[in-house]
């Protein structure tokens, strides 16, 4: 069974940082592109980022590239996401998936988690 577990939200101010994890089991973690998501109550599912299999490919969204930064550990079979200089507009549910796509303004994914919230407020 995939399982999928997120960690590391909170409420941070704007400007501050946080650091997501995700420990992931139940498949063969080396094997899949890994991918951090994220929803707003009411908002369709968005796309944050994605990194390879292989860990040499990385990509992010627009509104977080150069802020935010992806990455994995295939010995401890864990996907992390440092958020830097934060801002309101980044308060979501953030979830790590496995295979996620993009379809125009749709995105799905093979797994995810549960989420773990992110805040940002004064």
């Known amino acids: 069974e995939v399982q999928l577990l997120e960690s590391g939200g909170g409420l941070a101010q704007p400007g501050g940082s946080l650091t997501l994890s995700c420990n992931a089991s139940g498949f063969t973690f080396t094997r899949h592109p890994m991918s951090w998501l994220r929803q707003v109550p009411g908002k369709a599912l968005e796309w944050v980022s994605s990194?390879?299999?292989?860990?040499?490919?990385?990509s992010y969204a627009e509104s977080v590239k150069g802020r935010f930064t992806i990455s994995r550990d295939d010995a401890k079979n864990t996907l992390s996401l440092q958020l830097n200089n934060l801002k309101t507009e980044d308060t979501a549910m953030y979830y790590c998936?496995?295979?996620?796509?993009?379809?125009?303004?749709?995105?799905?994914?093979?797994?995810r988690g549960q989420g773990t919230l992110v805040t940002v407020s004064l």
């Open positions: 990194i390879g299999a292989s860990r040499n490919s990385a």
């Open positions: 998936a496995t295979d996620a796509q993009k379809l125009g303004s749709v995105v799905t994914a093979s797994h």
